[in-house]
Nanobody, 127 residues
Framework: QVQLVESGGGLVQAGGSLRLSCAASGRTFGSDTMGWFRQAPGKEREFVASISWSGGRTDYADSVKGRFTISRDTAKNTVYLQMNSLNPEDTAVYYC????????????????????WGQGTQVTVSS
């Protein structure tokens, strides 16, 4: 079993920044991928970014490339999502998940293929 706990969400003005954290505990493997997804009201959960635990290989959705940065601290078993230049379209509940598929592959962008999820953290960007 893997437990994931997100934190760091909140209310921010357009153009501002937030850093989300995802603390993992339980059984994790170096080959696993950690992903950030988001879900706005009435919409599907969509891929934001992913990173592999072992080599740090990253992948980003086009909508956040250049604004968001995913990173991990293996000593702390924590994954981060630094979000800059936020705009109202980024408003959503952000979830972290763990997948056995490699970061950068199509499969690591598919929410249904993630075995574990955190409870989510709300990010609201005001205009």
């Amino acid at each position: 079993q893997v437990q994931l706990v997100e934190s760091g969400g909140g209310l921010v003005q357009a153009g501002g920044s937030l850093r989300l954290s995802c603390a993992a505990s339980g059984r994790t493997f170096g080959s696993d991928t950690m992903g950030w997804f988001r879900q706005a009201p009435g919409k599907e959960r969509e891929f934001v970014a992913s990173i592999s635990w072992s080599g740090g290989r990253t992948d980003y959705a086009d909508s956040v490339k250049g604004r968001f940065t995913i990173s991990r601290d293996t000593a702390k078993n924590t994954v981060y999502l630094q979000m800059n230049s936020l705009n109202p379209e980024d408003t959503a509940v952000y979830y972290c998940g763990q997948s056995r598929y490699g970061s950068g592959t199509h499969f690591a962008r598919v929410a249904n293929l993630y075995a574990y999820w955190g409870q989510g953290t709300q990010v609201t960007v005001s205009s």
